[in-house]
């Protein structure tokens, strides 16, 4: 006897069920491969233009120095800032070598937010610093990142359209970006210019935190040009 309507449409639906349930187990699984072997994974997002001031901010999910997992989502309700960094940039130097990146840190993690620093320097380049030298290079500094992302290949950077180090963004605990900029308002490498600079982070946290709209949200970022894998 031929199957009825209604039992042929039955299997249909369970044959797209289960095809369905392996997709999602087939992309969890690269997921959790890419993260095992150090990679970035952007979440979620299509190749797209990287967002402005006012627009979603892109999930990721990336190792740290320590091997440990970070995902942006796993940080909503709170707020995240998103600091690229290399130490082979004298901008770098200027911010951490004067005491600035570190107090900047510090002032924004006692509030509660989250710092995330981002190498998204390529391995090949001739300042890139494995994991274990780059945790020591920001412990020399006294630096205070709630953590430091390793993103060799560029999917975080490209995604938010990090140009320099350091270059900032600010998500609010929405997960929408707020800041997108310069650290502060005077591009130069010359430590002695930080005490007459206004600090955008610091700014910006500050009139957040105040129930303010921010009132610098975009700002130009400066610094040296982050050596993106080709």
């Known amino acids: ?108 993690t006692a509030k509660g937010v989250v710092w995330l620093a981002i190498n998204s320097t390529e391995r090949d380049a001739s300042d890139y610093l494995k994991p274990e030298a780059l945790a020591a290079w920001m412990k020399e500094r006294s630096a205070a990142p709630t953590a430091v992302l390793m993103d060799e290949d560029g999917v975080i950077g490209r995604a938010y359209g990090a140009r320099t180090t350091p270059h900032i963004f600010i998500v609010d605990p929405k997960g929408t970006l707020v800041y997108a900029g310069g650290i502060d308002s005077i591009a130069s490498a010359r430590p002695e210019d930080i005490k007459t600079a206004t600090n955008y982070v610091n700014q910006a946290l500050g009139e957040a935190f105040g129930g303010k709209a921010i009132s610098a949200a975009a700002t130009r970022p400066y610094g040296c040009s982050i050596k993106y894998k080709s």
């Open 1 to 108: 006897m031929a199957p009825s309507s209604s039992s042929a449409s039955r299997s249909y639906r369970a044959a797209r069920n289960a095809r369905a349930a392996l997709s999602r187990a087939s992309r969890r699984a690269i997921m959790t491969a890419a993260v095992a072997l150090g990679a970035t994974f952007l979440m979620n997002a299509p190749a797209m233009a990287a967002p402005a001031v006012g627009q979603p901010a892109p999930d990721f999910v990336a190792v740290d120095t320590t091997g440990a997992k970070h995902r942006l989502s796993d940080f909503a309700g709170k707020y995240v800032v998103l600091e690229w960094t290399n130490p082979g940039c004298p901008f770098v130097n200027k911010h951490y070598g004067g005491g600035n990146m570190p107090a900047t840190q510090k002032a924004a």
